[in-house]
């Protein structure tokens, strides 16, 4: 047994990290509330250059074929910083299947997740049916604009019109695990950035003549939420694991690392809320940022309680 | 023990009922912490005055009814059945009110109250500054005695003012004798406030609207600069704020700010939300479901509990910490609800257009329920020390 990244995945995800640093700014998402796209267009040319949309493709297709388990903490640091990209739509379902490539983006709805994210800027739509995965060109499907909480993700009703399904049932499964992985990782990310960004304002602020954070209330309220992240990161790694090798229980682990990283993150949304005050309740503040992305993420590619119900079947199934 | 309401009561329900079914707007005005949406329930608020429902327990001779607690609580658990508009007076009427009936002169009341009624006049409340928030006794902005003016000149500035973008007036706290507040005793920072009431459109004062979490300009930041405040605008005695303020927080945590019937009506649309997923072919989910009961049941205990509260209220009992209990209870309680429409909505929760936007938003207003109105780990050291008798630190 051993359950830990390489060195290797420690650097590469050191260098994306430090990439997003100068490219994701907490101001670029706000640029991405209001630009006409939604999108990070200079984080996005910089995740390209570095390989990351293509180090799951096939290495025949000009891609790094790479895994699950080498990408999972670059997802984790695309949630720390909110990118507002359909990274896990691109990287980890379209790339690896040659439904995209290079700079271009994907864009993917699925009866659990009915509404694609940044639709009307992606080169490929793709929805995941039980019939199968379809894939079509962005200017043949109808698109109907609806709007998210979470001013960045531009969200779209699809219809494909008569477009048939061109891969089977099995990829539409392998896709659906891969959007819950990536997802789960992403929450992760943003869990650990509301945290952080919690415990420096908590040892800033200031009442009854001493810093808030050394109030127990306060401590406590923040320990809990690392706590719950801390049991939640092992599974979402896990399931990154469990894909990669193609484990015939992968279904049930992604379930399992959705439910805890939705979970987590949840907790740590309301945790840096409460903490912040009534500064964290309005815009002006980066918080609600990170917060509205995991509001909209916890309960995309299936809500806590709909992986909870997934997990059942299968368990109660086997006794 | 009698578990009913008299004849005259129920009578009292059935008009209320009535009213509201043949008044309340329909489709639901625009959020009253926007421009145009707090001029439309201004609107609503006269209609609700010109039929004295406004301030329904207050007396017939000021713009209410008389009308006992209990036709009070009765009146707002149909408001909140009949899903009628949020009160964006309510910092006024539910607030201010309560305080200028205790300490103000018959002068004042006569003069102020009726104008609050009839939302001619609409306050804010004036509390919190940058560096004073559950430390409110740390504020800094003061007053300056004019004598030969009659009356005070302001400086300072307050912070997450909600509606001060859109209020006439403004109640709150000043520091009238920063020598004492600068010695740091405990006595000297409390006894050297005094409540203030303001008139906003005059020269000096400078309001900024804030955008809160939902993204309405409901905060504002309010700066005071050499604002005048004659002698009759001030509420109690001379540095006696702190004891004025505090002796009506009881009614922003408990009864009045936030009543039982707020909280039955949202678990009753929760539970019609969810037997409408269901009938839109939805899955049954008992996890959801069980929690939705335990929701329910929740806002049953609080209107139980209220009406244990309300029954010592009218027996001449004053209200005291519990109020603490209250307030931990009834915001957590709101977050649980808005929280669990939210999982029966899955992907569709994070839209704010069409047919569910109003949860969203009702969640992001849930939310601060556990830091307004003293935050809820406030909360938890005063029922900690006061009710349960625990040490003080
Ligand atoms: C929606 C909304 C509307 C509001 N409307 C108004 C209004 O109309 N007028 C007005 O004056 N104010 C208003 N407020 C401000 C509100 O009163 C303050 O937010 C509240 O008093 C907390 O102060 P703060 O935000 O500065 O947080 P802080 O006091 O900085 O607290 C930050 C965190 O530290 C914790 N903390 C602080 N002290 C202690 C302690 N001793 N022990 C344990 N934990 C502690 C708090 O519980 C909180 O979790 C509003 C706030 C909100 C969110």
């Not at chain 2, 639901?28 to 010109?50: I, N, V």
């Not at chain 2, 409390?190 to 004062?205: A, C, I, K, R, W």
């Amino acid at each position: 047994m051993r359950f830990e990244f390489s060195q290797e995945q420690f650097q590469f995800r050191d260098a994306v990290r430090d990439v997003l640093a100068k490219t994701c700014q907490p101001g670029d998402v706000r640029e991405a509330w209001n630009n006409q796209t939604g999108r990070a267009p200079s984080a996005w040319a910089a995740l390209h250059d570095m390989g990351v949309l293509a180090m799951l493709a096939p290495t025949e297709a000009g891609g790094l074929g790479l895994t699950e388990l080498d990408i999972v903490l670059i997802l984790e640091e695309t949630g720390r910083c909110a990118l507002p990209e359909p990274i896990v739509e691109t990287a980890l379902i379209a790339a690896p299947e040659g439904w995209v490539n290079g700079t271009d983006s994907a864009s993917v709805s699925l009866p659990e997740s009915p509404f694609g994210v940044w639709t009307d800027t992606c080169a490929s739509v793709v929805t995941l049916t039980a019939d199968g995965v379809r894939v079509a060109p962005r200017e043949s499907v109808r698109l109907t604009q609806r709007e998210s909480v979470d001013g960045a993700r531009r969200l779209f009703a699809i219809d494909m019109g008569s477009t048939a399904p061109i891969a089977p049932v099995t990829s539409t499964a392998l896709a659906f695990r891969r959007g819950v992985l990536g997802t789960s990782a992403q929450l992760l990310g943003l869990a650990d950035r509301m945290i952080e960004m919690t415990v420096d304002y908590v040892k800033e602020r200031e009442q009854f003549g001493v810093k808030i954070g050394t109030f127990q209330a306060v401590k406590h309220h923040l320990a809990n939420a690392r706590t719950k992240l801390e049991f939640a990161r092992p599974l979402t790694y896990r399931a990154a694991a469990s894909l990669a090798s193609r484990d015939a229980l992968a279904s049930q682990h992604v379930s399992m690392a959705k439910v805890q990283s939705s979970d987590a993150a949840s907790l740590a949304a309301r945790v840096a809320l409460q903490c912040h005050g009534a500064i964290g309740y309005t815009t002006e503040c980066d918080l609600h940022l990170f917060m509205k992305r995991s509001w909209a993420l916890e309960r995309a590619w299936g809500a806590a309680n709909w992986h909870r119900r997934m997990i059942a079947q299968s368990l109660f199934e086997r006794l | 023990m009698d578990l009913t309401f008299s004849e005259s009561e129920e009578q009292f329900r059935s008009e209320v009922r009535e009213w509201l079914t043949v008044n309340v707007p329909k489709p639901a005005l625009p959020s009253g912490d926007t421009a145009p949406g707090f001029a439309l329930h201004l609107e609503w608020e006269r209609k609700l005055f010109d039929a004295r429902y406004s301030v329904v327990s207050w007396p017939s001779d000021l713009g209410g009814r008389d009308a006992t607690l209990w036709e009070w609580l009765i009146f707002e658990e149909e408001y909140w059945l009949a899903n009628a508009p949020q009160r964006v007076t309510q910092n006024g009427i539910f607030l201010l009110a309560p305080t200028i009936f205790e300490f103000g002169t018959a002068e004042q009341q006569r003069r102020l109250l009726p104008k609050m009624a009839s939302g001619e006049h609409t306050w804010c409340q004036g509390w919190s500054e940058p560096n004073a928030g559950s430390d409110l006794a740390g504020i800094s902005s003061r007053a300056v005695r004019d004598a030969s003016a009659g009356g005070w000149r302001l400086a300072g500035q307050k912070t997450w003012t909600t509606r001060g973008a859109f209020c006439t007036h403004l109640f709150g706290l000043f520091r009238t004798e920063p020598e004492a507040a600068a010695s740091g005793s405990r006595p000297g920072r409390h006894h050297s406030m005094t409540y203030f009431l303001v008139e906003l459109d005059q020269p000096g004062v400078t309001v900024r609207g804030v955008e809160r979490l939902d993204g309405d300009l409901g905060f504002a930041e309010v700066f005071f600069d050499d604002v005048f405040v004659p002698d009759d605008m001030v509420l109690g005695g001379v540095n006696e704020g702190w004891s004025v303020a505090m002796a009506t927080t009881g009614s922003e945590r408990g009864l009045t700010l936030r009543s039982p019937g707020r909280f039955l009506a949202t678990a009753q649309r929760l539970i019609e939300l969810c037997k409408e997923r269901i009938a839109s072919g939805g899955a049954r989910d008992q996890a959801v479901q069980d929690r939705i009961v335990q929701a329910w049941i929740d806002a049953e205990a609080y209107r139980w509990q209220t009406f244990g509260t309300v029954t010592r209220l009218v027996d001449g009992a004053k209200s005291g910490a519990e109020s603490s209990m209250v307030k931990l209870f009834w915001s957590e309680l709101d977050v649980r609800l808005q929280e669990l429409a939210l999982e029966l909505l899955g992907p569709h929760a994070e839209l704010i257009d069409g047919d569910f936007a109003h949860w969203m938003k009702a969640y992001e207003f849930a939310l601060a329920g556990p830091i307004y109105a003293g935050t809820n780990e406030i909360q938890r050291n005063v029922v900690a020390e006061r009710v349960l008798g625990l040490p003080r630190k």
